[in-house]
Nanobody, 111 residues
């Protein structure tokens, strides 16, 4: 069974950058669509970015041009590079593969 472990969250000032990583166990990583979601306090969890096994990506409108999702199949890892961060990006960020979720990593952007 696939397990996901996120890292890279933290506190950053508005305009700053962070890179999140999600390390996956299991031999089928390379064929899985992978996604990053986030959930802010009092709000529903929402899709941030998604990457297919082909490398095709899609993004939420709110992060287009600022965030980049990528994957390294040799390392069983998916990344989320977040630039030009805004206070409204503050949330717990979760890695997802099919029905499997990581534990989440907190991202806090101060104004």
């Amino acid at each position: 069974q696939v397990q996901l472990v996120e890292s890279g969250g933290g506190l950053v000032q508005a305009g700053g950058s962070l890179r999140l990583s999600c390390a996956a166990s299991g031999s089928i990583f390379s064929i899985l669509p992978m996604g990053w979601y986030r959930q802010a306090p009092g709000k529903q969890r929402e899709l941030v970015a998604r990457i297919l096994s082909s490398g095709s990506t899609n993004y939420a409108d709110s992060v287009k041009g600022r965030f980049t999702i990528s994957r390294d199949n040799a390392k069983n890892t998916v990344y989320l590079q977040m630039n030009s961060l805004k206070p409204e990006d503050t949330a717990v960020y979760y890695c997802n593969a099919i029905s499997i979720w990581g534990q989440g990593t907190q991202v806090t952007v101060s104004s």
